[in-house]
RNA sequence: GCGGGCGUGGCGGAACUGGUAGACGCGCCAGACUCAAAAUCUGGUUCUGGAAACAGAGUGUCGGUUCGAUUCCGACCGCCCGCACCA
């Protein structure tokens, strides 16, 4: 049969469109219908977005992209549910803002600069290029009007103004900082780029270096980014729980211990501690490799100094610096144990104490901190137990390999014992704020955040650049605004490492905008976390010359529906909300909390295949064979491949799908149904070739039943109206699926709105027959309902074959314009129920009685049931539980 | 190391707030249609025993709370995410 492309019979979107089943192609054809209706939304400018619309605003984001150059199943998953909610939202009157760009500034483009001697700008703009074509082939309703990335002029442009803005509000700072430094290449590098302590490129040992950097000041918000935490009501509690341990807010003593013996330069040091009440534990004090003091020593110490420095070749990363054997250097100087008079504690320098955290100094109570007591176990300090767990015995309770860190009260503490923890924090507290140490008090009480401010240079070419100017004689002087935008020159030589800005003269080298001398200008550019950190603002009015109207920014936000990975759950998230706070406090918008609902959906993962020598093999170069019912590959030319577990998609391991061969084989719809079934949205999903042939059945299915559908409902309606309960039977579960899809989709459960369609197919497949044979008005109203409805359901998901599906019901509209159906509550309620009979919690059998039947009758019917009274043998039950409309369990 | 999460049939998963475990899909088995195959349709499908009725077991492991636990609590095992310069 030749496939006519269905364009030929709706060849416009007019109000009187051709419809003829008779001619129709027997099969669904994706390859006509999704570039046919793609061009149709675009003609009809369909999902561009008004500003000025009356309808609700309903603002739905999915993270943008960075451009790497293809999009991956997981762009695929992530823009597909994004899509569902806009297009569902649309379909319930609002007016729906639904904006795509490029996050499309770092390393990657500098990286292929120097490996292929493309200009990363070039290499960006090509990528975003084909990115944004494979995206469009999906079907996305998205107002590309509003497109933009993160590295156009224009919006690096707005973004430096910000800086300047934020500069003036007191929102930015310099200080020292730690950096990678490749002693070869002369570079800084990313965490990533550190691969066990050495340089990536290089191999050498990475080395840590203090930079003075730009630094938003985010921990001036620490307290409110937390507080407000509370209110985040639609984000994952996961979420919120790993936001507020970032945060990290605790609160402590800052505690003076006073040198008892050697040169320590100070008559002091100050220690942070959130564990006060274990003072009279305390075994040890520990400085940081960076604290002064440890400085200080380490001047007439050569073994110190090579232990600092060996501290120093950790990498700047916490992960590396706490997964790193606990180390000390014993140091010459003693202090004085705070209570306990004549009591004194050796001073070591540790690898694992953070200067950037409180104090940079610690003392160590081994007894109840693990990390202590590791230490301590392998210094042979002392243990000395000074909380007592509940119901423990003071004289017999011991430290083994494991600290306590439960509740209990104090002992072995003189003035403490009998008190529990916080009493005991709280008495120590006391006691020693009126203690006096070199005439201050010995202790202060402090909240401390693990929270750092964040530093936001880099020292790289693609990147926006920070628009300040270094004056000899007028300091830090901001580009004015008139003199915006600080533009990346294009110029500029990859061949050697390091910053080509710094290296760049006419870019480095001008003259001050204050006083007019020579100067310098900044050659850091910013983090991309800074792009990424207010792009969703920037999408409620992407053409203004500034960087944004505040008015359009208060229409749109919060982003009522944000969808991202769960991998941005910390950073990305916490930047974007001081960020928010920030452009408040500069004029910017009202709003402070930039996303008001958040979804993070889970990675696709595949299986991974090698072969006989190990190398990974592509799935797409894979044959599968069952053999003796077990399922094993072989590659295209007859080689064995072995089929190994199943991981994240990643060009590594090559156990990646291109959505572009998806897309081509079965079509964008069939892609955006099987990204939705099954797999919870928040859960990873493996994609495998059975599911995606699943999803293409389905396709063809809804086509095929649509096509039925039509042909039936075309029959002359029988004049005598038979009475039909079967399409009573048939609205009840229209309109239950309603009730249900409404439901799931509204909380993002796409795949339990998944089986509701299916389910609702079979049933409307089972009525089709019926109607056939009966054709009464009943019948056929039933199943114009149900066949109606289905279209629409699948519609956000599957838009192309639901736009063709909705023509051949005669519809002369398109089915995204469409208004989402309501469910009738008159065919919800049923007027029995089926209640589980259970004996001793184990279901025996199930009785039907009326909804809201007394107790007394179910447990009648429940006790008359024959499995009962069998295993009763003639006994009166000892206990029978009703619960109304549920269950009756009986207790024997 | 620290913080967070996940774990249910052969597979993906469902189960509202502690109330019938396995909805729906995939796969598999049987049947229909076909010369045949594909496609499609119908039925079956947690495991063990049994012809069946039915009985027993069962939600990573071990233990606890409860009339009743996939759900709550504790310990453990495995996997995943983040850890501030990847995006």
Redesign the pocket.
């Known amino acids: 049969m030749v496939a006519y492309p269905i364009s030929l019979y709706f060849s416009s979107i007019g109000p009187r469109p051709v419809l003829s089943m008779a001619n129709a192609p027997e ?1 669904y054809n994706p390859r006509e219908q999704e570039p046919f209706w793609q061009k149709t939304w675009a003609e009809n400018q369909t999902f561009v977005t008004n500003n000025e619309d009356a309808r609700p605003p309903y603002y739905v984001l999915e993270m943008f ?2 451009p ?1 150059g293809r999009i991956h199943m997981g762009h695929v998953r992530n823009y597909t549910m994004g899509d569902v909610v806009a297009r569902f939202q649309r379909a319930k009157g609002k007016n729906v803002l639904h904006p795509m760009g490029w ?6 483009a500098e990286n292929a600069a120097m490996a292929n001697k493309v200009h990363p700008r070039a290499w960006t703009y090509e990528n975003i290029a084909s990115m944004r074509k494979q995206l469009q082939s999906m079907g996305f309703s998205l107002d590309w009007s509003r497109e933009f990335a993160t590295c156009d002029e224009d919006y690096y442009h707005r973004q430096q103004m910000l800086f300047i803005d934020f500069l003036a509000a007191g929102l930015v700072t310099r200080k020292t ?1 730690k ?2 430094w490749d002693p070869v290449d002369q570079t ?7 691969i066990d302590g050495r340089g990536w490129r290089s191999g050498a040992l990475v080395e840590q270096r203090e ?1 003075t ?1 730009w630094f938003f000041k ?2 001036d918000y620490a307290e409110e980014l937390l507080s407000a935490i509370d209110g985040l009501n639609d984000w ?4 919120r ?2 936001q ?3 945060i ?1 807010r605790s609160e402590g003593l800052r505690v003076l211990f006073e040198f008892a013996s050697g040169d320590a330069g100070a008559k002091s040091v100050e220690v942070f501690t959130t564990r006060p009440d274990t003072l009279f534990g305390a075994s040890f004090v520990a400085l940081s490799p960076d604290h002064p003091i440890a400085a200080h020593l380490a001047e007439d110490d050569p073994a110190l100094a090579e232990f600092i420095a060996e501290c120093r070749r950790m990498g ?8 790193a054997e606990k180390k000390g250097y014993l140091t010459p100087l003693t202090v004085k144990h705070p209570v306990i008079d004549g009591a004194t504690l050796p001073v070591y320098v540790a690898n ?1 104490v953070l200067m ?2 409180g104090t940079g100094a610690i003392f160590g109570c081994p007894a109840h901190d ?2 202590d007591l590791d230490f301590a176990r392998k210094y042979d300090l002392p243990v000395i137990p000074v909380v007592l767990p509940p119901e423990g015995d003071a004289d017999e309770f011991a430290i083994g390999t494991e600290a306590y860190t439960g509740p209990g009260v104090a002992f072995n503490s003189s003035f403490l014992d009998g008190m529990d923890v916080e009493a005991a924090k709280a008495a120590i507290a006391e006691y020693l704020e009126t203690k006096k140490i070199d005439g201050k008090p010995q202790a202060a009480r402090q909240v401390n955040f ?11 070419y ?2 926006c650049p920070i628009p300040v100017i270094h004056c000899d004689t007028c300091g830090i002087v901001p580009v004015p605004k008139d003199q915006l935008p600080v533009r990346l020159p294009e110029d500029v030589e990859f061949d050697t490492p390091g910053n080509p800005l710094d290296r760049h003269p006419r870019f480095k080298h001008v003259d001050c905008p204050t006083c007019g001398s020579k100067a310098r200008r900044e050659t ?1 550019t910013m ?3 800074v ?2 950190s207010w792009y969703f603002a920037r999408f409620t009015a992407p053409h203004a010359e500034t960087p944004t109207i505040p008015e359009m920014a208060d229409k749109w936000l919060p982003v009522d529906q944000y969808i991202g ?8 998230l916490l930047y974007s909300r001081f960020f928010a706070r920030a452009m408040q406090k500069t004029g910017h918008m009202e709003v402070t909390e930039p996303f008001k609902g958040l979804f993070t959906q ?2 696709v993962t595949h299986e991974t295949y090698r072969d006989a020598d190990g190398n990974w093999v592509a799935p797409a170069d894979i044959v599968f064979d ?1 053999i003796n ?1 077990d399922r094993t590959a072989r590659s295209a030319t007859g080689e064995p491949v072995s089929i190994g ?4 998609m990643s060009k590594s391991k090559k156990n990646v799908v291109d959505p572009d061969d998806m897309i081509a084989a079965y079509g964008a719809d069939t892609a955006r149904w099987f990204v939705l ?4 949205p ?5 994609w ?1 070739e ?2 995606i ?6 396709v ?2 809804v086509y ?2 649509v096509s039925e559908a039509s042909d039936i409902l075309a029959l002359d309606p029988l004049t005598v109206e038979a009475e039909d309960p079967r399409s009573i039977d048939m609205l009840k579960i229209a309109h239950r699926t309603t009730a249900q899809i409404d439901t ?1 989709l509204a909380g993002l ?1 796409f ?2 709105a ?6 609702l ?2 049933a409307i ?2 009525f089709m027959p019926v109607v056939a044979q009966a054709p009464s008005m009943a019948n056929l109203g039933a199943l114009r309902v149900a066949i109606e409805r289905l279209v629409q359901f699948t519609a956000p998901m599957m838009p192309h074959l639901a736009e063709t599906c909705w023509r051949f019901l005669a519809h002369d509209t398109m089915v995204c314009d469409t208004p989402w159906p309501a469910a009738d509550e008159s065919y919800l309620v049923d007027d029995t ?4 009979v ?1 004996v ?5 059998g ?1 009785i039907e009685i009326p909804k809201d039947a007394p107790n007394a009758q179910a447990e009648a019917a429940a006790l008359s049931l024959e ?1 009962v009274a ?2 009763l043998e003639g006994n009166a039950p000892r ?1 029978v ?1 009703v ?1 109304p409309n ?4 009986i ?1 024997a």
């Open positions: 099969r992209p960075y790497s996050d499309a500034f770092g390393m990657p900082s950096v990678n800084v590098l990313a965490n990533e780029q550190v930079l950097q985010i921990s994952p509690d996961k979420v729980l790993m507020r341990n970032w990290g700047t990363s916490a992960e590396a610096i706490e997964t694992f950037d955290y693990q990390r693990r929270l750092r401010d964040w530093g936001i240079s880099r020292q790289r693609w990147g850091d983090d991309t976390f792009d990424s990975g769960i991998e941005h759950a910390i950073l990305h889970g990675m069952t019912g577990s199943v991981e994240k079934s099954d797999s919870p928040e859960r990873d999903v493996q495998t059975a599911g042939e699943g999803a293409w059945r389905f063809q299915r095929k039943l799931d459960r795949n339990r998944v089986a509701q369609i299916y389910e197919a079979n497949q089972k129920v089926v209640l589980a259970q001793n919690g184990k279901r025996r199930e499995a069998r295993i206990k539980i619960v549920r269950i009756v369990n207790v």
